[in-house]
């Protein structure tokens, strides 16, 4: 029997090279392939290039009308401060310059994908714990969130209503219909139902309700009737799937004689179920009920919308806490992105701020 020390081992095989992934051509399509713009700090150079041309790199996120609203929340060195949508930190990061020295900010965000991505950013930007407090809780937990730290109120609180940049462009998140994915379209994948489940149940009824009131779709009716009608069929399980239903079912109704129809009625569709899926006008009413004991006397907020339904409620809420003398001041018309912010961003042109502060 031979000595297994003795023995000699065989010889190690090279690793084979293996070669980056090219880089297909000046604007790949394909989410996974723009691996560029995934990382700024080496590729710096192309993802000036993604910005300049009026594009989001794909996987961030760029911050809405930030000087507007730093404006509206004036900041002060040693106060506490709320980011109630923490997304990609671009706010949070402009808020924590102002806020030092001695000022703290509480960063909330739901989503479980993007929130450690973004709290490893900041972190890595110097803001530690005694600065920056990242608590992923929907932002209607703010009342809990302050209490368990024995926080009665904050001086400012900011709430970004958008879904992030990198929610819509990842098709694994079932966000777009312009790539195929999942039909998923939770910004907490963990919670249940997904935008599959929810389809798979919803009555015609309630279908057409939700795209009434989450999109004001003028064919409301007709798409819950064979949406509904013709799930039974197949379910509707992929991105795309949905997308080309909503196209045959509005070009088969259609008078026009085109033979395509515009993507309107599909974004519509898929902002309703979104809304739904994640009860995102509860979640509001909420937040909006408990917002004033969240702030300090003259304590500020400021809170970006981007649709009616959103923009209504915000409005409805700060006017009447006016009226009740909770609110001493909030604006009478609301803030706008400039010009030049919608040509270099163009998701901004649907921003709409409104502010007050609490008396």
Known sequence: MSDPESTPSPPSLPVPHRRRPRYAGKNPRRFEDKYKEHDPARYAADVAKVIASGKTPAGSHRPIMVAEILEVLALRPGELAVDCTLGFGGHAREMLAMLAPGGRLIGLDVDPVEHPKTTARLREAGYGEEVLTAVRSNFAGLPKV?????????????????????????????????????????????????????????????????????????????????????????????????????????????????????????????????????????????????LPSCLNAGGRVAILTFHSGEDRRVKHAFRAGVSAGIFSATNDEVGRAGPEERRANPRSSSAKLRWAVRA
């Open 146 to 290: 302050l209490a368990e730290r024995g926080l009665g109120g904050a001086d400012a609180i900011l709430a970004d209503l958008g879904v992030s940049s990198m929610q819509i462009d990842d098709p694994g998140r079932g966000f777009t219909f312009k790539s195929d994915g999942p039909l998923d379209l939770r910004l907490n994948p963990s919670r249940a139902p997904s935008a599959t489940e929810w389809l798979a149940r919803v009555s015609a009824i309630d279908l057409a309700v939700a795209l009434t009131e989450n999109a004001d779709e003028p064919q409301a009716e007709l798409l819950a009737r064979e949406l509904v009608a013709g799930r039974s069929a197949a379910p509707i399980t992929r991105t795309v799937q949905l997308a080309d239903l909503i196209r045959t079912i509005l070009l088969r109704h259609s008078r026009r004689r085109d033979s395509e129809v515009d993507d309107d009625g599909v974004r519509r569709v898929f902002q309703a179920i979104r809304i739904a899926v994640n009860d995102e006008f509860g979640v509001l009413d909420l937040f909006l009920r408990h």
